[in-house]
C-alpha cells in the first residue's frame, strides 16, 4: 500500500446534506403539490410509468420540483440518462453528449436522455445544437427553467417538445412538506422531535413564497437555533420573528405586508392621491422591495386605471421601468416616484382594460367566425379568384379618412367593445368615435 494513497471515501454524514437534498421525493407519489402533471392518470405521469417520454420542457419557480421530476424519469426510464447544468456545462460538452448518443443509437438501438437544468442559459444559437438529435430521435431532450420558454427557448425546438408548467406551491402544500421533514426519522428531522405547530409552519410556507427548498433550508435552521428546554426543539413565531428580522425589514416578498404595501399603492394612485401614493411607494423602497416588481406594477397600472384618459401616462411608466433597471437601487428611487405621482394625478379611466375583457369574451365565448373577404390580403391570383380583398375600401380615398366599411364579423357588427370615458383625453376620442360612426352610418344610407 502506498503511503500516499488517499483513504477509501467514508459516506457522508446524512447531517451535512441540506434538508431539501434529504427530503427530496423518491417517488411520483410523494410529490407534493403538482397534482396536476403527476397524479394517476395524468399524461406526465403515464409518460413516465411507461418509458414514453418525449422531449419535454419543465417550467416553473425555483423550488417546485423539476429537477426531483428528471432524477425521477432517470430512475424509472431504460434509456440512458445524462444530466448537466447550464450553469457548468458548455455548448463542448453539450455537442460530446450529442454525438455519443448518436453513436449509442446507431450502434445498440437505445435513446439518450438528455437533461438540461437551467436550459434558458443557454442561447438561442447553442440550443440549436440539440435539434439536430431531437429530430433523428437520437436523445431526448428534458430542459428546466424558471423562465417563459417562449421567450428563453429556440422557437424550433420548442415546437418539438411539450411544456409542463409546475406552479408554486401554496401554503398547504408547503406546511405538508414541512411536517413531513419534521416527522421523517430516516432523512428529515425526526429523530430529533421538533415541536412545531401549524400557526408557524404557516408563516414560514409564506415566507417561502411557494418555495420548497427555501421552506426547507429555513425549517432547517430554525431546528439548529430552537431553544430545546426538554430536550426538544421548539420552533415558535418569537423564534422565526428573530431568524428572519434582517431579511424581513429588507425584503418580505413573500409576506402578508408585500401584498398589502402594493395593494395600498395601487388604491391610492388610482383615487388619485399622489401624497398616499408616494409614502406607500417609500415604504416599499425602504423595505427593500424589488425595483423592477415596482416597476412592473407602474406599467400595468398606467394601462389598466389611466389607459387613453391619459396616453403619456403608458410613456412615463415604462420610462421608469427603464431607468429602474439602469440605476438600480437607491438611485432608482426618485425614477419611480415620479412615476407614481404622474399615475396619481393623470385622469383615470380603465375603458381599455374593459374594452379588452369584452372582446377576449367575444373571441373565446362566440362563434370563431373567419376574417371577412374584404379585410384579408391577395397577395396571389388564386386569393384574387377567391374574392380576397373584394369590397376593400381605402380610408384614404375618403375625404374624411374614414369609410363606411364594416371590419368586425358579422354577428359581431355594431358591437361596442371601447366605451371610452369623458375625462382626460378620451374625451378627445369619444367626440371622434361619435363623429366617424355618424360618418359611416350617411356611407351606408
Known amino acids: 500500500m502506498n503511503l500516499f494513497d488517499d483513504p477509501p471515501a467514508e459516506a457522508p454524514d446524512p447531517r451535512t446534506i441540506p ?4 427530503m427530496r ?7 407534493v403539490g403538482q397534482d396536476a402533471l403527476v397524479a394517476p392518470g395524468r399524461p406526465l405521469r403515464e409518460m413516465i410509468e411507461r418509458d414514453l417520454l418525449q422531449s419535454i420542457i419543465l417550467w416553473g419557480p425555483p423550488g417546485t420540483g423539476k429537477t426531483t421530476l428528471a432524477r425521477l424519469i432517470a430512475e424509472a426510464t431504460k434509456a440512458e440518462f445524462v444530466a448537466f447544468s447550464a450553469v457548468l456545462a458548455g455548448i463542448k460538452e453539450v455537442k460530446e453528449v450529442m454525438t455519443a448518443a448518436e453513436m449509442r443509437r446507431r450502434r445498440l438501438g437505445t435513446r439518450t436522455i438528455v437533461f438540461v437544468d437551467e436550459i434558458h442559459r443557454f442561447n438561442k444559437a447553442q440550443q440549436d445544437a440539440f435539434l439536430p438529435r431531437v429530430e433523428a430521435g437520437d436523445i431526448i431532450l428534458i430542459g428546466a427553467t424558471t423562465e417563459n420558454p417562449s421567450f428563453e427557448v429556440n422557437a424550433a425546438l420548442l415546437s418539438r417538445s411539450k411544456v409542463f408548467v409546475l406552479k408554486p406551491l401554496d401554503e398547504a402544500a408547503i406546511v405538508t412538506i414541512l411536517r413531513r421533514a419534521l416527522d421523517d426519522e430516516e432523512r428529515g428531522l425526526g429523530l430529533q422531535r421538533p415541536l412545531a405547530d401549524d400557526e408557524v409552519l404557516g408563516q414560514i410556507a409564506r415566507f417561502a413564497d411557494g418555495d ?3 421552506a426547507l433550508n429555513l425549517l432547517q435552521l430554525l431546528v439548529a437555533a430552537a431553544p430545546q428546554p426538554a430536550g426538544q426543539p ?7 420573528s428573530r431568524t428572519l428580522q434582517q431579511k424581513t425589514l429588507r425584503y418580505d416578498k413573500g409576506g402578508e405586508e408585500h401584498f398589502n404595501l402594493i395593494s395600498a399603492l395601487h388604491k391610492s394612485m388610482r383615487n388619485s392621491d399622489p401624497d398616499a401614493a408616494v409614502y406607500w411607494l417609500a415604504r416599499m423602497v425602504e423595505a427593500g422591495e424589488n425595483a423592477m416588481y415596482i416597476a412592473r406594477r407602474l406599467v400595468r397600472f398606467a394601462s389598466e386605471d389611466v ?9 412615463v411608466a415604462t420610462a421608469a421601468r427603464e431607468a429602474a433597471h439602469f440605476l438600480g437601487f437607491p438611485e432608482a428611487n426618485t425614477a419611480l ?10 385622469p383615470k379611466s380603465n375603458a381599455v382594460y374593459m374594452a379588452y375583457n369584452a372582446a377576449k369574451e367575444a373571441a373565446t365565448n362566440d362563434v370563431a367566425s373567419p376574417v371577412p373577404l374584404h379585410l384579408r390580403n391577395a397577395p396571389t391570383r388564386l386569393m384574387k379568384e377567391l374574392d380576397y380583398g373584394k369590397g376593400y375600401q381605402y380610408a384614404h380615398d375618403d375625404a374624411s379618412g374614414v369609410s363606411a ?15 371610452p370615458t369623458e375625462r382626460g383625453f378620451e374625451k378627445e376620442i369619444k367626440r371622434r368615435l361619435d363623429g366617424w360612426e355618424e360618418i359611416k352610418k350617411r356611407g351606408h344610407r
Do not use: K
Open 19 to 22: 434538508l431539501p437534498e434529504r
Open 25 to 31: 421525493p423518491r417517488t411520483l407519489d410523494e410529490i
Open 212 to 214: 420548497a427548498r427555501s
Open 234 to 240: 421548539r420552533i415558535d413565531s418569537a423564534l422565526l
Open 307 to 315: 389607459g387613453n384618459a391619459d396616453p403619456q401616462a403608458l410613456v
Open 337 to 346: 416616484a415620479q412615476a407614481a405621482i404622474y399615475l396619481a394625478t393623470a
Open 405 to 419: 366599411m364594416d371590419c368586425l364579423p358579422e354577428h359581431l357588427q355594431g358591437r361596442r367593445f371601447y366605451q
